[in-house]
């Protein structure tokens, strides 16, 4: 695989269960380990240097453990003084992301009283106070309505998903393979249409004798 995700562009992984979308993710992201192949961010080795390029990185992995005895905002600083975000900046982000997310109220409560949608909420806003470089997710999609909103913060996002209507619906950028796959995917719902539709709408033209209108929408 030959992968390039520039400054400001969204791409994404789609394919079926097992297909190796989660193990490059976690590859990019510095979690797993890899034996053959280069992978850089912002110029720099993942295997060389993995401090300087986490450092430019938010990695949300498909189900993000959070620390259920702290509340949100104690879960944001703590991510901020991971990151050596200055207080001014932290104060000014949180606000932001929390706002365009609509959790603020939330905040102060427990993680552990946060609904799914919520913790994903907060997973994400944890991501971007660093405003990172490279903001790297593992299905990020599901009960997420306002993900986009601020999704393009980071100068690159790199995704994976299985819902191919989803992906394909969003500006994402997209290899050849997911192009063919697509192409795929029409070519076998107009062989369906040419070898079952319409015959049975012959049929149905034939005995019915129906109105101009269903030449019309047919």
């Known amino acids: 695989m030959n992968l390039v995700v520039g400054r400001g562009e969204i791409c994404g992984f789609i394919g079926h269960n097992g297909a190796g979308k989660t193990t490059a993710i976690r590859a990019v992201a510095g979690v797993l380990d890899f034996e053959e192949g280069v992978i850089e961010i912002d110029g720099v080795s993942i295997k060389k240097a993995p401090v300087a390029c986490k450092a430019n990185i938010a990695y949300i992995p498909d ?3 959070l620390y259920d005895h702290l509340t949100g905002m104690q879960y944001l600083n703590f991510i901020g003084d991971l990151f050596s ?8 982000l949180i606000k932001n992301y929390s706002d365009a997310f609509q959790i603020t109220a939330n905040l ?14 907060l997973a994400i806003i944890s991501a971007l106070i660093h405003t990172p470089k490279l903001l790297v997710l593992d299905e990020p999609f599901v009960g997420l309505v306002s993900f986009f909103t601020t999704i393009n ?6 995704f994976s998903y299985k819902d191919y209507d989803l ?4 500006p994402v ?3 050849h393979v997911v192009a063919s796959r697509i192409l795929q ?4 719902n107009l062989f369906f249409t040419l070898m079952a539709m319409l015959p049975a709408g012959a049929v149905y033209a034939i005995k019915v004798n129906p109105g101009a209108l269903f030449y019309l929408f047919f």
């Open 153 to 158: 913060k980071a100068s690159g996002v790199l």
């Open 167 to 170: 992906v394909m619906s969003l």
């Open 63 to 65: 189900n993000p453990d």
């Open 85 to 92: 975000v200055s207080k001014a900046d932290r104060e000014l």
């Open 108 to 121: 102060g409560d427990m993680i552990s009283s946060y609904s799914h949608g919520m913790k994903q909420k």
């Open 173 to 175: 950028k997209t290899s």
């Open 185 to 188: 995917l029409y070519v076998l």
